[in-house]
């Protein structure tokens, strides 16, 4: 049986990333990933926003193309299928099995879908998924989106020449992310750029905006089990439906999907006569309403996937939120198996301002820290917690504006015991800045404010800006100065 020092599972960005710094910093070893699918996503093009905040592109490659790039550390096209923790073995679908000194398990997340094998629902995760949902958009007028995080706000911004009705379980939009007040910023701005476009529209004018398919190598097999996908999926493809009209936006406040149903089962319902039969599918919600259209998104993020370790792990090593609990050096309760990205839950007390969401930048920074942490335990070396888990950052684009996250944006943990400081410009800019006892613990940045570095300094240094009061986001008064 072959003997490997380090075993990767998963090709997502946490398992590239710790490929990628085992091939850096233990280039002597022997290091194998194994991935489950034949195109990887790597991280591209970083950029350093700030000592926290970074920006990359993720762009798919293929096994071969990440052999190259990892050197040292081998690639396997097989899928790890279970773990013998006390003998060190991974088994893979082949029937290969892999004896390992130390274990990263990057297996990802499972979407989590409203409706399993109904035709009617899908859930986005992949090139693939994207690939079908742009497919049935092209015949589509109206749509349903159930979900009030992320993916669901990228594609309710981005979707044109089509009715969109938006499910949120919430009294307001994209709240995984932003407050009521930054929602409302973003709906006055897209209905003003909607009948803008509308008008255009009329006026037979061309869109401005020029959109592509997504650029992944179309020479690339096909896969069932790819990674998720990168940044900029929402805003790189084309989002048009059927209509020549832009399309209208409904919001189901608070509610989510009770049933579905066939248009047979709605005449049972007493659906209004003129919607009787009109759409393939009907959305029953627990407001009591239902709405038809042709197709229903599952937009209702991910669960962690850790069916490899179903069987090994003991009960006390997975958290409420059903992620793989690792410690301070990304190991779990199962001595030298380690594991990064999605599929695992911080159980360490983390610093003040730092919080997990299953996000790419933290996939990324985990899979490399993962990484030199299994290292430090090789050669006994102590390794300390990465700088980017001091502060949580997050930079991200929804309804076309650039939105920053730093530090508890929206008050996490602060029990409302806080103040809150905001300046606004609707169609311009949305800043919230949360601050308790006098120091900055949180901020939510829309537009292109240029604040995130002066935001992000004020809280890691903890620096008192009581005296300051408003002034601190007084837009005449240039705040840096102040600090300097
Ligand atoms: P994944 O990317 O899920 O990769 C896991 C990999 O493990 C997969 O390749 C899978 O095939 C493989 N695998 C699983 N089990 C096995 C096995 N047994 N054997 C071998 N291989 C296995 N985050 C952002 O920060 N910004 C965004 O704009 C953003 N947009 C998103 C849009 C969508 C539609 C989705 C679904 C997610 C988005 N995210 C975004 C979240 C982000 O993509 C994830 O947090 C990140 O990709 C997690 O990386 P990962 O490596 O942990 O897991």
């Not at 050096?329 to 003040?352: K, R, Y």
């Amino acid at each position: 049986m072959a003997h490997y020092d380090y075993v990767i599972v998963g090709g997502g960005i946490a398992g590239v990333s710790c490929a990628e710094t085992l091939s850096y910093c233990a280039h002597d070893s022997r290091s194998v990933l194994v991935s489950a699918s034949p195109v990887v996503k790597v991280a591209t093009r970083f950029k350093q926003v700030t000592k926290v905040l970074e920006e990359f592109d993720v762009e798919e490659q293929s096994l071969d193309d990440i052999a190259k790039r990892i050197g040292s550390v081998g690639v396997l096209l097989d899928q790890a299928v279970s773990i013998s923790h006390t003998e060190r073995i991974v088994r893979l679908a082949s029937g290969v099995a892999l004896n390992y000194g130390k274990l990263c398990l990057c297996t990802g997340g499972k979407p989590k879908l409203i409706a399993r094998n109904n035709p009617y629902v899908i859930g986005i995760r992949d090139t693939e998924t994207v690939q079908e949902f742009q497919k049935r958009l092209q015949d589509a007028t109206r749509v349903i989106i159930v979900g009030n995080g992320g993916i669901a706000t990228e594609m309710v911004s981005e979707l044109e020449n089509v009715d969109v009705v938006w499910v949120v379980k919430h009294k307001s939009i994209s709240a995984t992310f932003v407050d009521a007040g930054a929602a409302e910023f973003f709906l006055k701005s897209w209905s003003e750029k909607r009948q803008q476009r509308n008008d255009e529209i009329q006026l037979n004018k061309p869109s401005a905006r020029l959109k592509y398919t997504e650029s992944s190598n179309s020479s690339l097999p096909s896969t069932t089990a790819g990674s998720a996908l990168g940044p900029d999926w929402a805003g790189n493809i084309l989002m048009s439906g059927k209509f020549y009209t832009a399309g209208s936006l409904q919001i189901e406040y608070e509610c989510e999907i009770a049933g579905i149903l066939t248009p047979d089962e709605c005449l049972v319902k007493n659906l209004p006569a003129w919607e009787n039969g009109k759409y393939p599918v009907y959305a029953e919600l627990t407001n009591g309403k239902i709405i038809g259209c042709d197709f229903i998104v599952s937009a209702t993020g991910v669960i962690p996937n850790v069916d490899l370790v179903i069987g090994c792990m003991p009960a006390d090593g997975i958290a409420v939120d059903g992620g793989i609990k690792v410690n301070e050096n990304m190991e779990s309760i199962l001595e030298d198996v380690f594991v990064a990205g999605d599929a695992c839950t911080c159980a360490w007390e983390t610093a003040p301002h730092w919080i997990q969401m299953r996000l790419w930048t933290q996939a990324r920074q985990m899979g490399a820290y993962a990484a030199r942490s299994m290292i430090a335990k090789t050669t006994h070396q102590s390794v300390h917690l990465d700088f980017a888990f001091e502060l949580f950052a997050h930079i991200t684009k929804f309804f076309g504006f650039k939105v920053v996250l730093l530090g508890l944006f929206n008050g996490q943990g602060l029990e409302k015991e806080y103040e809150i400081l905001l300046r606004m410009t609707v169609g311009v800019e949305y800043i919230k800045i949360i601050v308790k006892n006098g120091k900055v613990q949180g901020a939510i940045l829309i537009g292109d404010s240029d604040l995130e570095e002066t935001f992000e300094n004020l809280i890691l240094n903890g620096t008192d800006v009581a005296r300051y009061g408003e002034d601190l986001l007084n837009p005449d008064i240039d705040i840096e100065d102040y600090f300097d």
